[in-house]
C-alpha cells in the first residue's frame, strides 16, 4: 500500500509560479509511474502530467510548455514545477501513482494510489 501527501498549493497570481511536492510512503520501493491530475469545480478530473521510473515524462497539450515534472526516486517523492501560471489552472491538483505497468499514463484508472488533493488558485 502506498500513501501519497501533496503540499505546496495557494494562491497565486496569473503569471506566477509554484510547485508542487507529493511524498510516498508505505514502503522502500518508489511507483513504477506517477502523475499529477487536477479537476476544477464542475468539471471532471484531468491529467496534467506523468513520469515513470525511468523519468520518461507525459504532459497534456496545455500545461506542456509550462509545467514540469520530476521525481527524486531515492527521497519517494515527485514534484510538479508550474510557471506562467493562468486562472483556467484554478483547481484540485491530485497526486496518483501505479505499479501495473500502462500505456495509458493519462487515463485516471490506471492509478489505484491518490493523494487528498492541494489547492491552486490563480488570480487574474
Known amino acids: 500500500q502506498v500513501q501519497l501527501v501533496e503540499s505546496g498549493g495557494g494562491l497565486v497570481q496569473a503569471g506566477g509560479s509554484l510547485r508542487l511536492s507529493c511524498a510516498a510512503s508505505g514502503r522502500s520501493s518508489s511507483p513504477a509511474h506517477m502523475a499529477w491530475f487536477r479537476q476544477a469545480p464542475g468539471k471532471e478530473r484531468e491529467f496534467v502530467a506523468a513520469i515513470r521510473r525511468s523519468d520518461s515524462t507525459y504532459y497534456q497539450n496545455s500545461v506542456k510548455d509550462r509545467f514540469t515534472i520530476a521525481r527524486d526516486n531515492a527521497k519517494n517523492a515527485m514534484y510538479l514545477q508550474m510557471n506562467s501560471l493562468k486562472p483556467e489552472d484554478t483547481a484540485v491538483y491530485y497526486c496518483?501513482?501505479?505499479?501495473?505497468?500502462?500505456?495509458?499514463?493519462?487515463?485516471?484508472?490506471?492509478?489505484?494510489?491518490w493523494g487528498q488533493g492541494t489547492q491552486v488558485t490563480v488570480s487574474s
Open positions: 496518483a501513482a501505479g505499479d501495473r505497468y500502462t500505456y495509458y499514463l493519462n487515463r485516471f484508472s490506471e492509478y489505484p494510489y
